[in-house]
Nanobody, 122 residues
Framework: QVQLVESGGGSVQAGGSLRLSCAAS????????MGWYRQTPGKQRELVAT???????NYAASVKGRFTISRDNAKNTVYLQMNSLKPEDTAGYYC????????????????WGQGTQVTVSS
């Protein structure tokens, strides 16, 4: 199994910054893509940013230029640096990892974190 532990959420005023972290642990054989999604009550979960094992990134149009995703492969950790935060960025942020395990090294599965709340006040 793979466990994801997120940290770094909180409350900030508009224009401020936060940095989210997500560390993966467990019987990991390999990690492919990592990323962040967000969700507000009554809405579907939406992509914020993803990063491949090779370092290629993809961002939602609404966060491009303000958010930066990065990863530390040695620590199995993905980060999301969020700058120039806006009230509309308020949401639960969920870490996402595609990984294989030692028991099933040829089976790629999706794993999700519990979520961390980000609140941006105007």
């Amino acid at each position: 199994q793979v466990q994801l532990v997120e940290s770094g959420g909180g409350s900030v005023q508009a224009g401020g910054s936060l940095r989210l972290s997500c560390a993966a642990s467990g019987s990991i054989f390999s990690i492919n893509a990592m990323g962040w999604y967000r969700q507000t009550p009554g809405k579907q979960r939406e992509l914020v940013a993803t990063i491949t094992s090779g370092g290629s990134t993809n961002y939602a149009a609404s966060v491009k230029g303000r958010f930066t995703i990065s990863r530390d492969n040695a620590k199995n950790t993905v980060y999301l640096q969020m700058n120039s935060l806006k009230p509309e960025d308020t949401a639960g942020y969920y870490c996402y990892v595609q990984a294989t395990t030692v028991i099933l090294p040829m089976v790629l599965r999706d794993y999700w974190g519990q979520g961390t709340q980000v609140t941006v006040s105007s």
